[in-house]
């Protein structure tokens, strides 16, 4: 399976909101850097850095609008669709993974934080 195959199967998952089955597509010392946040490491404290920030999520649907593969490089633009509870966000974001052996190693995302807030006012 492609790099981009996998990242697409990742970004698929995300609707489930399943913290657990998401941080198996790390690798054990993985880092997630949400850009407006401190980069947090290793497959555990990831895990528990998406249980926090989508602990109020009731929903999401992540649309790929494209998505490039090069070597160990995927770039996928998305928007992001969020639900929490009677609020909506559609969060234009561009992720850049750096793979491992099939796995995430680094994971960067780019959006603006102020139209996520603003949207779940």
């Not at 995300?14 to 850009?35: M, P």
């Not at 999401?60 to 070597?71: A, G, K, L, M, P």
Request: charged share 25%; glycine share 6%.
């Amino acid at each position: 399976m492609s790099n981009k195959q996998i990242i697409r199967q990742f970004i698929e998952l995300w609707s489930t909101l399943d913290a657990d089955k998401l941080t198996e597509f790390f690798t054990e010392d993985g880092t997630y850097h949400n850009i407006p946040a401190s980069a947090v490491s290793g497959r555990d404290n990831v895990k528990e850095f998406i249980k926090g920030f989508t602990a109020n999520w009731t929903g999401t649907n992540w649309e790929v609008i494209s998505i490039v593969e090069d070597n160990d490089i995927v770039v996928a633009e998305r928007i992001d669709h969020i639900d929490m509870g009677d609020k909506h966000a559609d969060l234009p974001c561009v992720g850049v993974f750096e793979m491992s052996g099939g796995k995430i190693r680094v994971w960067r995302d780019y959006f603006d934080l102020n139209t996520y807030m603003k949207a779940l006012q």
